[in-house]
């Protein structure tokens, strides 16, 4: 019903900056509330940070200061922008929608914070 596609993933040291981008594409239904969560390999999924339809966002408090999310309704993309990067916030990053009755993950772009 919903695809979403991530980019923007990869190799930098700590302390860099590094933005995702998530666009999405299909149906649409409703105020949809939209964001980030990471998996990082032995530990369950996390939350990053979501946006609802209007603007509203939540932080995980491991982020809050450091990462920011954005959207863009015209373009249907969702972006991270995460600054001050840590080693513990290596992770694959994956896209999250949620709408009444349905929810889509994205595939997934690995993060890497070397020290």
């Known amino acids: 019903q919903v695809h979403l596609v991530e980019s923007g993933g990869g190799l930098v040291q700590a302390g860099g900056s590094l933005k995702l981008s998530c666009a999405a594409s299909?149906?649409?239904?409703?105020?949809?509330?939209m964001g980030w969560y990471r998996q990082a390999p032995g530990k369950q999924r996390e939350l990053v940070a979501t946006?609802?339809?209007?603007?509203?966002?939540n932080y995980g408090d491991s982020v809050k200061g450091r990462f920011t999310i954005s959207k863009d309704n015209r373009k249907y993309t969702v972006d991270l922008q995460m600054n001050s990067l840590k080693p513990e916030d290596t992770a694959v990053y994956y896209c999250?929608?949620?709408?009444?009755?349905?929810?889509?993950w994205g595939q997934g772009t690995q993060v890497t914070v070397s020290s």
């Open positions: 999250y929608y949620s709408a009444p009755g349905f929810t889509s």
């Open positions: 946006i609802t339809n209007n603007g509203d966002t």
């Open positions: 299909g149906s649409i239904f409703g105020i949809p509330l």
